[in-house]
Structure formats: structure tokens, C-alpha cells
């Protein structure tokens, strides 16, 4: 009797963990169950990936989708819906909203909620402050939890653990990765003073400079050999980080943010203005190939678009009063697959940046690879798409992206998470669908 599955994935080209083969794939109960099915199965669902690459749900470890917050600019369901018309299965959301995901009772009202709104499938940070370290331990293991976030530097919201005593205590109150916003809080504030209200914008750069990230990232990893508890250093965004990570293997993952590998200084500030703020800065050619450099020699571990939100009006605030932080979760993929297309990394590459890195990073259990077993998330791409990206096809309320103008070559078609379509040609399909991810 010929084998009959819930939905079948036929003739496309599949990005697998040992190389890119031609074969078709079989889903049952949300999961893989085969790869390489026999002419004659059957299935309910049957989707022809003629002339398209099937990857694994394609993850973003790093958004803000604000909620609870402003929702005129982002909330769970809309930043989840540009994840999947953006190409994406799977998001990892942070911590930073107002207020902020800090105990049990926050945690399990997002758990909730997101199992509720979520369009993709959705890990949560945990936020760290001075008050919370003893609830640490446990926070870390509750359901859908990917690890506590730590913002050693300021950003956008209220939680900061700035100095050594306490950043020691975190590190000693679990076990898993913890991801850092690395940025020395002290140099920032002392520095302060040189930069005035109306300055250029590219003076984010020079106040928020290369020692200030190297700083951090060195006291980060000082404290991180001392009790032994890994680390995964977010957004690093200069050459001397990622040289100096290299000898902290045994302890550090790293990650790298699609605009520190595409957009450069000081352009970015004379044409996007408010619109190139965010933390870390982007900076100048240097710091660009040196981010290329560590994709193409395995030093990076995942990229991420740390998406994150703020409205028109706010970004239109002369310097430093326009918050930092740019939208990214919609067009993420498309970017990274027109750096494909430019030669600058393979496809190959890019997967393991987007599903297996996360998955080693955070500890996945059951996505990241196309292999039986796994959930059947995929991302369908049509890698000689061409498309330019509008703010108008920007479904967060805020509107706008920095990467608006740009011509894409390469375009995500289709995405699947568990076995169900959930986005199609630009379309959004049926109602959300989106869990909590498992993680080990
Ligand atoms: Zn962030």
C-alpha cells in the first residue's frame, strides 16, 4: 500500500544538514517523517516547490515585538505576521517591553498570550535585573523560556545590570547560555557629556563607540571565565570583539545583526538619519568586512535582525532624543538571500546561521534541521525572485523599514511551521498557529 502523509513537499530542492539534494519530504502529525518519498504516496496536501529551495523554518533568535507596550507600533500578532510574510518560522522575543517579562507572573501571562496571538512558532527571554537574581534559576526553565537576557548596557526600557558584583551573581544563579547586550554602561555615561542636543546623527557612533562594546564584552568575558557559566554575546558589531572572541570558544557563541553586515557609516547616517540609530551602532567598512570576515570563518553563530520597533515620530527626534533601534523581523531573510545571491555567503551558510546556530546556541529541542523526526518548519524561497522592499509592504504598525529602496535578488514564498502553511506568496494563511518552542 503506498505511504500517505499529511502533506507532501514536491520537487523542491532541500537544504539538508549534510548538503543541498533534490527530494521530496513527508509530514505527518506536524514532524518530518520522510525524506525521499516513493512516486506513488499520497497525502491530503500536496505543495510543488518546482524551482524552489526548501530550508528549515528559518529562526530569528532576536526581536523586540513590544508587547505589552505602544500598540501603534508592534505587537505580538502583527510582528509575527511580518515574521512569516518575511520568511520566518520561528522568533525569539525580548524581555524589554512595558512592563517587562521579569517574574513568573509576566512570564505566564505572555506564555498565554502568545499561544493565543502568535503567528509563527515563539521562545521568550526572561530579563534579568539587580531585584530579580534569585528567581533567575527558575525563570530559565519555564516553558517556551530560550534564556535570560541581560542588558549590561542601556537601551530601550528599564532593565540594566551594569556592574560586576551583580553580573557575577547572575551568571552563578543557573545553568543555561545567557544573552548579553554588551556595551560598558560606565564609559557611556562618562562620555556623555562631549556630544550635545542636535549633533549629527553619526554621533551615535563616536559616543557609543568601539571601546565601549569591546569594554563591556571584555568585563563580560572576564566574569563569564571566572564562574564558568556560557555566554551568548548579542549584536557584536566591531572587528576587536570578534578577534578577541575567537579565544572563547569554549565558553562564548556570538551573534551578528543583518544591518552591522549590510549597512556602513557614515552613509547610513546622511541618508536614513534617525532611521540608522540603533544599539550597537552601525559603523564604518572596517567593522562591516570584519563582520563578513567572521561569517565566512564560523567565528558568528547566529544573525538575528533585533528588530525593534519605535514610531515615525519618534525617529524623526533630532540626536539623541530619536530612540535607537530599527525594524528588521520582515526583511531579514530577504537581505541575508540577496547576500547569498552576491556571492557574500551560501545558502548553506546562511541556514546554519538561521536554524542550526540558534538551535546549538539556545538549546532547541526538535527544529533547525530537516531530518525525520524534526518539526516540519520550512521556509520556501525562490532564489531568483527579484523584488525591491517598500515601507509599504511592512506590516508592523510603525511602518517603516531601513532597508526600504533596496533591490532584492532572492524572496521568501512560503512558510510552514508544524506541518501547517502559514504563509504563501506574500499571503498569510488561516489563524495563528503559533506554540511556544521546546528547548532542552
Ligand atoms: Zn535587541
Not at 517523517?33 to 504516496?41: F, R, T
Not at 521579569?102 to 534579568?128: F, H, M, N, P
Not at 557575577?168 to 543555561?176: A, D, H
Request: charged content about 25%.
Amino acid at each position: 500500500m503506498p505511504a500517505h502523509f499529511d502533506l507532501l513537499i514536491r520537487n523542491g530542492t532541500c537544504v539538508l544538514p549534510w548538503g543541498i539534494e533534490a527530494t521530496d519530504v513527508g509530514v505527518r502529525n506536524g514532524r518530518i517523517a520522510a525524506l525521499g518519498v516513493a512516486a506513488d504516496a499520497t497525502a491530503d496536501a500536496t505543495i510543488d516547490a518546482k524551482g524552489l529551495h526548501v530550508l528549515p523554518g528559518l529562526i530569528d533568535p532576536h526581536v523586540h515585538l513590544r508587547d505589552p507596550g505602544d500598540k501603534t507600533v508592534e505587537t505580538i500578532p502583527t510582528g509575527t505576521k511580518a515574521a512569516v510574510l518575511g520568511g520566518l518560522a520561528t522568533v525569539f522575543d525580548m524581555p524589554n517591553t512595558a512592563p517587562s517579562i521579569v517574574d513568573t507572573e509576566r512570564l505566564a501571562w505572555k506564555q498565554d498570550y502568545v499561544e493565543r496571538e502568535s503567528w509563527c512558532d515563539i521562545g521568550l527571554y526572561v530579563g534579568g535585573t539587580k531585584q530579580n537574581i534569585p528567581e533567575l534559576a527558575k525563570l530559565e526553565l519555564g516553558r517556551g523560556v530560550c534564556g535570560i537576557k541581560i542588558f549590561a548596557g542601556s537601551s530601550t526600557g528599564d532593565l540594566m545590570v551594569e556592574d560586576d558584583e551583580h553580573l557575577e551573581l547572575v551568571m552563578r544563579s543557573g545553568r543555561r547560555r545567557i544573552a548579553y547586550h554588551s556595551e560598558d554602561e560606565y564609559r557611556l555615561q562618562d562620555r556623555k557629556h562631549l556630544f550635545k542636543s542636535g549633533d549629527p546623527y553619526s554621533k551615535h557612533m563616536e559616543w557609543r563607540d568601539e571601546e565601549t562594546a569591546f569594554l563591556g564584552t571584555r568585563r563580560l568575558m572576564a566574569l563569564a571565565s571566572k564562574t564558568r557559566r556560557p555566554a551568548h554575546i548579542l549584536h557584536v558589531s566591531t572587528e576587536q570583539e570578534l578577534e578577541y572572541l575567537k579565544d572563547f570558544r569554549d565558553l562564548a557563541t556570538c551573534e551578528v545583526l543583518v544591518n552591522h553586515l549590510t549597512q556602513v557609516a557614515p552613509d547610513c547616517y546622511d541618508t536614513l538619519k534617525g532611521f540608522g540609530v540603533m544599539n550597537p551602532p552601525i559603523r564604518g567598512p572596517r567593522h562591516l568586512e570584519a563582520a563578513w570576515r567572521a561569517i565566512n570563518d564560523g567565528t558568528v553563530d547566529t544573525v538575528g535582525s533585533d528588530h525593534a520597533p519605535h514610531s515615525r515620530e519618534k525617529k524623526l527626534l533630532p540626536w539623541p532624543d530619536c530612540p535607537a533601534g530599527l525594524t528588521g523581523v520582515q526583511t531579514i531573510v530577504p537581505v541575508m538571500l540577496n547576500h547569498v545571491n552576491a556571492g557574500r555567503l551560501s545558502l548553506t551558510r546562511m541556514v546554519d546561521l538561521m536554524c542550526s546556530g540558534p538551535a546549538r546556541v539556545y538549546g532547541v529541542v526538535g527544529k533547525g534541521r530537516l531530518a525525520a523526526g524534526y518539526n516540519a518548519d520550512f521556509t520556501l524561497v525562490d532564489l531568483k525572485r527579484q523584488r525591491r522592499i517598500e515601507d509599504s509592504w511592512i506590516v508592523s504598525p510603525c511602518g517603516w523599514t531601513p532597508f526600504a529602496g533596496m533591490d532584492i535578488t532572492g524572496w521568501p514564498v512560503g512558510v510552514i511551521v508544524r506541518g501547517r502553511p502559514v504563509m504563501r506568496d506574500d499571503e498569510v494563511l488561516g489563524a495563528p498557529v503559533g506554540k511556544l518552542v521546546r528547548f532542552g
